[in-house]
């Protein structure tokens, strides 16, 4: 196949960000005025233009990129620099994220003699939401004012509307005097020969009368929630090293854009925000799902995802937001369109599956960190959560989970494929609401399970044995009631006739992670997710290319996720389907490959990795860095390990099966409990694997999950 290296998923633009803020920019880091280009904060973009002239001419920068998560740098000539005597003077461009935005432009000289350069800076502001910024349509207008003050040498744009109080401040400083005229900010530099003169804009957002400040010019993370969450992952997670390029590769780009997303929240500094350029919010799901896949480089940010859940439970019935009480929330955002009431989403309810998630993910959480006191904390959202899947969950009372929407703007399907077209019938019709999809039941059960351990190790050992007890027989009634023997897989969902869905997807995938599929059916389940119409050879797609519905570049209609990836690793080692999951990872890791630093996008498309195809393309939309497809990376290393955490009993069992084209894993910096441990994993001619353990003291002990033996016996 033809080689193909450095793709770019959104080749025309440039994206940093700390928080809640954003600077998306051109390739050569210009606001050009062209969406969705902008400073963007909360949500809102605050800089919709900039226009820098020097002498009279738009200055072209010739070298641009981004420093760490939340800075960028660029290079840009003046003048002829061939010219002798030198006349050579160039102009640097620094920009730093923070709730606000930092630029700062010097003039750099190597001519003997003094340069003189005249600067005029126009700036625009629009208050369009991420949103509009990113679909180009304005769903909400405003006039914009603009007011100068000569004294604090500061424009202030303030957006006209009534029912919104919007504004920004662009304070101008530099090694001249500041002036305004028509629109324009002028300042007048003298370069002294072979020396410098500088010009700081600090564009600083004016919210409900609250102005949030720019950062200070470093390219070492500054002091705030953000960047203080940012340089504690980014000393806590678990480094790899690998004589497989690639794979060490994948890895250090997966950590590095774990560690630059963190939110900041209070409640939770460390939880990640789901992507860029788009979804810089509270995803209630996504967050911890990321976090969660990525416990073996670290526990931080699942603590505080869980924290930040905890704290944005429902309280009301409220049918705009689909909120009840206990319901864990899906999506938070700040911007105009929801702060107007125009669509729901300043806090909206509209999901099935984070309640379940909280109740696995608290339980994965205490089985890395034995940390039985954050567990407490959090345990009365555990109850919350359950309570509002006992009364909420199950509308009709039949034992499976099925989510309807209520809200008019609301999301029409709530589970985990959640576009409005993600259900469809073997027909390719979409599928009505109250839907019963297969994975909610995975997550249910896997949620018993684990809310069993947790209350048990509380000190709750009846309410424990009771929730054990429930996710027994839910396991036997789900099987019944969704499998498809004819075709060896499970249906979709149950319709609203109580029907199967009999559309071939990825939702089986989920079920093995979660343990629900028995362990004679394991096999079948996994040879038709990696039949030719379900693997493209890059990743499992979303919906069966032989499906009336599919279209490859659709977001759940054929897609291929690589966060599902990461789920569908961890159980596919469940079960000890080796083979498969070497398939799996060797796809997502060549995938990886393809982009630029070997970072995976959001979505890949479905097409398949044949001599047609030299590589996949995205899916239209696509964020990247996206968390928890920088997250898959991770769950498909301890896939690949088979590694389980105990830490309450300060132990690790592992079942590595590394394949030929991995000989050699090093992981350093896992930290279990109160231990941390280098692991070294060797893949023998044989086949079979060596494990060496250092560090803390942590028993390693080596054995196969309990599914997979039970699959290998035959049930």
């Known amino acids: 196949m033809t080689r193909v290296r450095n793709l770019r998923v959104r080749p025309d633009l440039l994206y940093v960000a700390s928080g809640w803020s954003t600077l998306v920019t051109d390739v050569r880091g210009r606001i050009s005025g062209t969406d969705p280009q902008g400073f963007f904060a909360r949500n809102t973009r605050v800089l919709a233009r900039e226009r820098i002239t020097v002498d009279g001419r738009e200055p072209v920068p010739f070298a641009t990129a981004n420093v760490r998560g939340h800075a960028q740098l660029s290079y840009a000539e003046l003048g002829d620099g061939e010219t002798l005597p030198s006349q050579a003077a160039y102009l640097l461009i620094e920009r730093f994220v923070g709730p606000g935005l930092r630029t700062r432009l010097t003039v750099v000289s190597y001519a003997q003699q003094p340069l003189r350069f005249p600067v005029r800076i126009r700036v625009e502001a629009d208050f369009a939401d991420t949103s509009e910024a990113e679909t180009g349509r304005r769903l909400q207008v405003g006039d914009v004012g603009d007011a100068w003050d000569p004294a604090a040498e500061e424009l202030r744009l303030t957006y006209l509307r009534d029912d919104l109080d919007r ?97 900041g929240e209070p409640a939770g500094p460390a939880a990640p925000i789901a992507g860029l350029p788009i979804y810089q919010e509270i995803f209630g799901r996504d967050t911890m799902t990321a976090s969660w896949q990525a416990l073996l480089a670290g526990p931080t940010m699942l603590a505080d995802s869980l924290r930040l859940n905890a704290q944005h ?22 911007g105009p369109v929801s702060a107007l009431g125009l669509n729901p989403f300043t806090s909206y309810y509209g999901d099935w599956s984070t309640a379940p998630d909280f109740l696995v993910f608290l339980g994965q959480f205490l089985a890395w960190t034995g940390d039985l006191d954050t567990v407490r904390e959090l345990l009365p959202t555990a109850r919350r959560a359950l309570r509002w899947i006992e009364r909420y969950g199950d509308p009709d009372g039949d034992g499976f989970l099925e989510y309807h929407c209520r809200s008019r703007a609301g999301l029409k399907n709530q589970g985990w494929k959640d576009s409005d077209t993600a259900i469809v019938d073997e027909d390719g019709q979409v599928v009505p609401n109250p839907i019963a999809t297969s994975e909610l039941q995975g997550y249910w059960y896997a949620a018993l399970r684990h809310a069993a351990v947790v209350f048990t190790l509380t000190g709750h050992p009846a309410r424990g044995a009771a929730l054990a007890a429930r996710a027994r027989r839910l396991r036997r009634r789900f099987h019944r009631a969704y499998w498809l023997p004819e075709r060896g897989c499970y249906a979709m969902a149950l319709g609203p006739d109580r029907q199967p869905v009999r559309s071939t997807n990825s939702n089986d995938g989920h079920l093995l992670a979660t343990g629900i599929v028995p362990a004679r059916a394991a096999a079948l389940v996994a040879d038709r997710l990696f039949a030719p119409d379900m693997f493209s050879g890059w990743g499992v797609r979303t919906l069966s290319a032989d499906h009336p519905a599919y279209n490859p570049f659709s977001y759940h209609r054929g897609s291929v996720w690589p966060v599902e990836a990461g789920t569908i690793g961890l159980g596919l080692a469940r079960y000890g389907r080796w083979t498969h999951l070497h398939r799996l990872a060797e796809g997502m890791f ?26 996949p393309g995205v899916y239209p939309n696509s964020c990247s860095p996206q968390a928890w497809s920088a997250s898959s990376i991770v769950a498909l290393v301890q896939a690949l390990l088979a590694l389980r955490p105990a830490a309450p009993l300060r132990t690790i069992f592992v079942d590595p099966h590394l394949p030929e084209w991995l000989p050699d894993l ?10 941390t441990v280098d692991l070294t994993v060797r893949r023998r001619r044989s086949g079979r694997t060596s494990v060496t353990a250092r560090g803390d003291r942590l028993a390693v002990v080596r054995r196969a999950p309990r599914q997979a033996i039970s699959a290998r016996r035959g049930g």
């Open 313 to 334: 439970l429902g309280r009301r019935l409220d049918d705009w937001r689909d909120e009840e009480p206990g319901k864990p929330l899906h999506e938070a955002r700040q």
């Open 666 to 675: 090093r992981l350093e910096g896992v930290r279990v409990g109160s231990a």
């Open 590 to 615: 060549a995938a990886a490959a393809l982009f630029e630093e070997h970072r995976l996008p959001e979505v890949l498309s479905g097409l398949p990795r044949d001599p047609a195809h030299p590589h």
């Open 167 to 263: 504004a920004v401040a662009v304070q101008v400083r530099g090694d001249a005097p500041v002036g305004y005229t028509d629109g324009v900010v002028t300042v007048d530099l003298a370069v002294p020969p072979r020396g410098s003169a500088r010009i700081e804009l600090l564009v600083e957002p004016v919210f409900d009368g609250v102005r949030l400040p720019a950062p200070p010019a470093t390219f070492t993370d500054p002091d705030d929630s953000a960047a203080r969450a940012r340089s504690r992952l980014i000393g806590e997670l678990a480094d790899l090293s690998s004589s497989n390029f690639d794979v060490t590769a994948a890895w250090r780009c997966a950590t590095h854009d774990l560690a630059v997303l963190p939110l």
